[in-house]
């Protein structure tokens, strides 16, 4: 798989997900890690992912003191054979960009199918954005421990 094409799949791939594991780092340099529903732009040759949390949860207060994180998307499969998914590593940090916020909360909605409603619980929170430095895509489907490996800028 050439490397343009890689990224149109692991593009694809991350529209085609809902939810992250994300890991940060404790207060106490312990590992951390929270699933959390996310949304991603399919056409964003970054990777960035976006998510809206309570500021007081146990992870957003971590990677407020600590933004490298790493996270995982994966596909849930019944057989090692099938395993395939993403792992970045980068830093995540809280967006106060009103405009990137109404995008991102519109969109959100849609994707999800929320409803109007959820606005209310939307607007109590946090909105984290996650950019990564280092990406992996691994996919047993092509061979044991198929994977590819490349840094963004």
């Known amino acids: 798989m050439g490397e343009e094409n890689e990224r149109e799949v692991l593009c694809r791939f991350l529209g085609q997900h809902s939810t992250l594991t994300l890991s940060t780092v404790g207060e106490d340099g312990s590992a951390y890690v929270s699933p959390l529903f996310y949304f991603t732009d399919p056409e964003d040759p970054a990777f960035s992912l976006y998510w809206f949390s309570d500021a007081d949860s146990c992870h957003s207060r971590n990677l407020e003191r600590d933004a490298r994180v790493a996270v995982a998307v994966y596909e849930e499969v019944e057989a090692w054979r099938e395993i395939h998914g993403v792992q970045m590593i980068g830093a995540a940090f ?8 109404r995008t991102v909360t519109r969109r959100y909605i849609e994707r ?13 929170s946090t909105l984290y954005g996650f950019r990564p430095s ?5 996919d047993n489907r092509q061979g044991f421990g198929y994977k590819r490996e490349f840094d963004l800028p």
């Open 134 to 138: 280092r990406v992996r895509y691994m």
């Open 94 to 101: 809280s967006m106060d960009d009103r405009e990137l916020r």
């Open 112 to 124: 999800f199918h929320l409803g109007n409603i959820f606005r209310v619980a939307l607007k109590a």
